[in-house]
């Protein structure tokens, strides 16, 4: 029997001929991801070592990733000195792919990876964060695991006790209503398959609409696709891959991208025409509420979020600009938009969007994950409503359980914060 | 045995077991004063230990679905609660296992707050209604850490056993 892609990978990490789904592996890891909570990483790496005599030794420097995008510029004296305690760190081991708060190169870590040719196809990353889903966007099998789990991994380059998940294959064919796009895709497919419907299951992503589909966009199928469960989505490396990886990620030398079997042994199929689709909106407080627009298009919105790890590069950005373009944010409501990565920030900078966000009354804010996750920028009053791009509406989110939060594309965000209610921008804007 | 303190629905996800505001709060000394923060009475009548260790907290399916943050597990750890569940979100039953936090896989658990549950590894039995409930157990390979005593144990082992090799 034939191999899926997450097959081949962990048998090649695992130095095995092949593996099936169920087997239990020890991968090799190729790069290992954190952001503020490698403050928690290090606490139980130190602690590994308790009582051995053994010093404590990062297994490979050079395959170690920390970026801060959490909480940046930092929200607290506490932030301020984990984030202090870690730059001693990442010093003192040599951690060369660190990414610091800076308007040059920082921004938040699901973008700054694949940005920096950091992430390749055919390896295996772990990421103290559940989106690290995100980077199978390139081909690579990418999954989220604890800070103790992580620790485990600095010490010894591999992840231990692993079992080959089941793969999901996702056909998708059809070409996209204008206004309709990849982050429809994924809340559709989530609605479909439910919260749990993916969990300990990996989502291979495959047909016409997916090759046709630039890396900005594969990138937000597979970064939400934890939504639905998933260890991790993953698009097989192709020609846009390689596309991506030499041209925007500079990456030189050679790539090998990995294909499924032909023969491969998938769970179940799944097929989706997206040449139908209306824009699609998951309602509170769970990801897989997701209903057309035409359901809840007319309420009343106090917070328009564009960004984060799912929503905030360039394509998005330059989609929200169109739509705002000469237009203002209605009264009532507040427009907050946070770039995805520095890098991404400068281009828009220089394409003119950001000065065409707060000439419509946008407030830009600086790469990071901002109100994603309501820490310290962009909280909700009790009562209030936020339409955002991010990936999650859990009671809670955006720093108040008395709030509500629908997620959705850009352009429907882009449509609605003129408006100020949810509209649908497949309708025409005036 | 473990008395039922309190009753969670489906999807409960780790911004309800430990909100994103505490995030900075990481280690696991710390971590449980913030246990379901925003469910004001739960959190009140943990902190002022009214909850004793082995208590139980049933939950819907996908408990603990959303962030990887590891203080959801610590958080609960540090009282030493039973979750049982239909079932759990991968990251968050990974984390539990190698923190150590008992979370016990019951597809069809039927309990009410203060009913008294003997939970081992085949089967939860509600003492106030006679049922039993088959538990799913925990694959071989996880076993292993918990029986190691976690994963700082069970890593700690092979860096024992990389050392003697060499
Ligand atoms: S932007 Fe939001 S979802 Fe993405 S890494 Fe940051 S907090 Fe997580």
Redesign the interface.
Known sequence: MGMTVVEKILARASGLPSVKAGD?VEPKVDLAMSH??A??VM??FI??????G?QPKIWDPSKISIIFD??VPA??P??AS?QKKIREFVAANDIAKFHDIRGDVGGICHQVLPENGYVRPGSVIV????H?TSHGALGAFAF??????M??VW??GSV????VPATIKVNVSGKFKKFVGPKDLILHLIGKLT??GA??RVIEFHGPTIRDMSTSGRLVICNMSVEA?A?SGIVPADKETLRYLTREAGVKGKIVCVSPDKDALYERTIDIDVSRMDPQIACPH?VDNVKSIKAVKGIKIHQVVIGSCTNGRLDDLELAAKILRGKKVAKGTRMLIFPASARIYNQALAKGYIGEFMKAGAVVMNSGCGPC???HEGALGDGEVALSTTN?N????M?N?NSEVYLCSPAVAAASAIKGVITDPTKGVK | MGQVIYKLGDDISTDIIYPGRYMATVLPTETPQFAFADIKELNERMKTKQVPPGSVIVGGKNFGCGSSREQAVSTLKGYDLIIIAPNFARIFLQNSINLGLQTVTCPEIDANVGDDLEVNSTEVMNKKTGRKFSVIPLPKARQAIVEAGGLIAYTRKRVMVGKSSV
């Open positions: 239990v503020e909570n403050a928690l606490n139980q602690e590994i070592y308790q009582g051995t053994i959490h909480r929200e607290s506490k932030t984990n990421g103290t964060d559940s690290t989220g695991i604890g800070a103790t789990e620790a485990s010490a010894l231990l006790n692993v079992e919260a749990e969990n300990f469960g260890t769970t996750l309501g820490i999650r859990f009671k809670g989110r720093g359980p």
